[in-house]
């Protein structure tokens, strides 16, 4: 039996040391020739993206664990989906250990990148982009991973998403750092997820910078335990594009940091600058629903140590004009619904109040006033979000 | 009953409008070892005959162990006429643990055949199997030559342009073989799709038992309706209801169901799914992006027009377009009784 396992782990080593590269060049048949290569890797190969722009006109999918798709860079290595006839996104990753980098996605009809139930994937240094800039018929999200344990999307780029620019939902263990989203609904938006770290980015002329939000009714709910600490929010004052129905919609333009729903979010040593409505917005789930697991408030949110540049000037929504006045011209920079439980704002800023009391009641009932400084009861704080050590490793 | 007499079965069959094909010649059966990836070049075979489920390959004539079925309800593609088949290794048996799926021994196979036009006009497009392996079920797309005369694996897909029998020029896309699982997959495993209890004939079960290829099975609660009879008599609400839901089983929830590859929109349009909310009744979208068209839900009851389940059915554009896989015509039946459920709902 010794022996046996002996010779199983010999043969696991050399088909690891036998990982293959496949390189892909642009041209003719390269739909072929990619999804070939993505269908016929073997766990450990890499497929290289050659320098180039490949017309695709069908969604690729990655289905093979432990596989590296590698361009030649976000601006060389392009696939271009401009003459997209059929799929629901550009790429789809449907297998664990993945690691993506490196290339451009550009004019997906439906999502950028999506990975559903990929374990541990790494997205390094991409480029998704929806060239024609803020649309509603572009697609929805652009990096969008989902269902996953151990999430790491860095270094990246996007640009016109009709949602959200990188989406995380019904997933744990989340890190989304150093990336840059511009002119999407929503810049970067972790929904029904926990155990999120959004880090070091900057969103600037999305609708809403960063969203933290929680929806009821889906196979995962109870979002929290999410940092949103050292990103720039500027001036995310585009009008919103999204299709009406989707919750991005609500979303008022000039929004920097926005949590709905959600238990326990820090927003710490942010730098929010020029975001017309409001820097900081807490608002409960305010559409009825029927789901006993759903907390529709914002629940622990601890503010402190941002930054807060001028903003809430322009307040994108019914009456945002006589409000900002009775204000003195604009909003101060945290607002909320009045349905928080146990907020703990420690920066030295003035919150404002819509004063509601009931979840579901319409904004028309506000009250709005200053809410007297408060501190909330000491809200544990999170051990960092620890990925798989391999999973940086892999970008080495 | 003698198993070794396919002819004897395929006369049973034949007499009640089933057939299990068979030609006067003894055909060779079929190469197991093909269907199981055994030894070298079997695990993604090239060709289709190489697996030698046809006695005749062009008419699509079934060998030993190979059975054809339908559907009552069937899944849309683009309006293509399906041929489809069973293959069970001799003294193997399909069993039913409920309503659902049946389940199928390893080693057998079920095989499709995406056709459009008749008799001689009749163009093979592509074959896709589904072959039950030792570590699970496998799917392969094979695309037909021109000469008909083999259809050889497209592991990547391929997009064909041709001329429906109705005279509308299509875009036909053959999947790939990952597309393939995304909708042949729950919880990450194939699955086959099609073959459910409810959604098989009562003849053809009978007439499958009798053959011994099938164990028994459990009485049903209800089934789900013939597809065609829709236009034959007039129906009432539970008719439209019946129709609709199966519909929508056998055309969405392979992947709108707990498990599935939609599972995260949490919208289940199983048949046997009963909860309003979680068959989209009322229920916002999550991740619809531009796909809700601006409708504020899935089904809104009586307003089919506002319904986002109606403006995706009725669009072939990727990023509408549901289904998003295989489909790159709207089915106006299939909108058409969805759409008289929704109006027929009290509002």
């Not at chain 1, 907020?343 to 009932?365: H, K, N, R, Y």
């Not at chain 2, 849309?76 to 643990?97: C, E, H, Q, V």
Request: with cysteine; aromatic share 6%; hydrophobic share 40%.
């Amino acid at each position: 039996m010794l022996k046996f396992s002996i010779a199983v782990l010999a043969l696991a080593s050399a088909s690891s040391l036998a990982a293959a590269t496949h390189t892909i060049a642009p041209g003719d048949g390269a739909q072929e020739r990619l999804q070939e290569a993505l269908i016929l890797a073997e766990p450990g190969d890499e497929i290289v993206l050659e320098e180039g722009r490949f017309a695709l006109t069908d969604g690729l999918s990655l289905d093979v664990d432990g596989v590296t798709v590698r361009g030649a860079g976000m601006d060389a290595s392009v696939l271009d989906f401009t003459t997209q006839q059929g799929a629901g996104e550009g790429l789809l990753v449907t297998s664990d250990n993945v690691t993506l980098r490196d290339f451009a996605i550009e004019n997906a009809k439906g999502d950028g990148i999506k990975s559903k139930g990929a374990d541990q994937i790494v997205y390094h240094a991409l480029r998704v982009e929806w060239t024609n800039g803020p649309d509603a018929s572009n697609g929805a999200y652009g990096i969008y991973p989902v269902e996953a344990k151990n999430i790491l999307v860095q270094d990246s780029y996007v640009r016109g998403a009709s949602d959200a620019g990188i989406y995380v939902g019904q997933s744990e263990q989340i890190i989304v750092r150093r990336n840059r989203v511009e002119e999407n609904v929503a810049g970067i938006e972790i929904e029904n997820s926990n155990f999120a770290e959004v880090t070091e980015n900057l969103a600037t002329r999305n609708t809403g910078g960063i969203l933290v939000f929680d929806l009821p009714g889906l196979p995962k709910v109870g979002g929290g335990n999410v940092l949103v600490a050292r990103n720039a929010v500027v001036e995310n004052n585009t009008d919103n594009f999204a299709p009406e129905g989707n919750i991005v919609a609500a979303v008022p333009a000039g929004t920097g940091v926005m949590v709905m729903a959600n238990t326990g979010v820090q927003v710490i040593d942010n730098a929010l600058i020029s975001n017309s409505t409001s820097h900081v917005m807490l608002v409960a789930y305010t559409q009825s629903f029927d789901d006993e697991r759903y907390e529709p408030r914002p629940v622990n949110v601890t503010v402190r140590g941002n930054i807060y540049g001028k903003g809430g000037n322009a307040p994108d929504f019914t009456g945002g004009e006589l409000f900002a006045a009775a204000f003195g011209g604009a909003l101060p920079p945290v607002l909320t619904d009045g349905l928080h439980q146990n907020l703990s704002i420690e920066d030295a800023v003035p919150v404002v109040t819509l004063g509601l009391t009931e979840v579901g009641q319409p904004f028309t009932q506000a009250q709005p006033s200053l809410l007297q400084p408060t501190q909330g009861d000491p809200v544990a704080q999170y051990d960092p979000v620890q990925l798989p050590a391999e999973m940086a490793a892999r970008l080495k | 009953m003698n198993r070794s007499a396919p002819i004897f079965v395929a006369a049973l069959l034949a007499m009640a409008g089933a057939t299990v094909q068979s030609t006067a010649r003894s055909p060779a059966p079929v190469n197991n070892a093909v269907v199981m990836g055994e030894g070298a070049g079997n695990k993604m075979p090239r060709t289709l005959s190489a697996y030698g489920f046809f006695a005749d390959l062009r008419e699509q004539h079934g060998t030993y162990g190979v059975s054809d079925y339908r559907l009552n309800t069937p899944l849309y593609s683009d309006g293509a006429d399906k041929l489809r088949f069973i293959y069970l290794p001799a003294g193997t048996k399909l069993t039913a643990d409920g309503a659902g799926l049946l389940q199928f021994p390893v080693g057998s196979a079920i095989i499709k055949t995406f056709a459009f036009g008749e008799g001689e006009d009749r163009q093979l497009i592509e074959t896709r199997v589904l072959l039950h392996r030792v570590d699970g079920w496998t799917a392969l797309p094979y695309r037909w030559n021109e000469d008909q005369t083999e259809a050889t694996l497209a592991l990547a897909g391929a997009r064909i342009p041709l001329t429906r029998p109705d005279g509308a020029e299509i875009s036909y896309r053959i999947p790939n073989k990952n597309q393939c699982k995304t909708c042949h997959s729950k919880d990450g495993e194939i699955i086959p799709i099609g073959p459910k209890l409810r959604n098989l004939s009562p003849e053809w079960l009978e007439l499958m038992q009798q053959a011994e290829y099938l164990a028994e099975i459990p009485k049903l609660a209800d089934r789900m309706p013939l597809w065609e009879a829709q236009s034959e008599v007039s129906l009432d609400k539970a008719d439209v209801t019946a129709l609709a839901r199966a519909y929508l089983d056998v055309n969405c929830a392979h992947c709108h169901q707990p498990g599935g590859g939609a599972s995260n929109s949490g919208l289940d349009l199983r048949w046997e799914q009963d909860d309003p909310h979680a068959m989209g009744i009322r229920k916002p979208p999550v991740a619809a992006g531009r796909g809700s068209g601006g409708y504020a839900v899935s089904i809104a009851p009586g307003d089919p027009d506002a319904s986002i389940i109606i403006h995706r059915m009725s669009s072939i554009e990727p990023g509408i377009a549901m289904p998003e896989l295989g489909k790159n015509t709207v089915d106006p039946q299939g909108v058409d009784i969805v759409r008289r459920w929704i109006a027929g709902m009290d509002q």
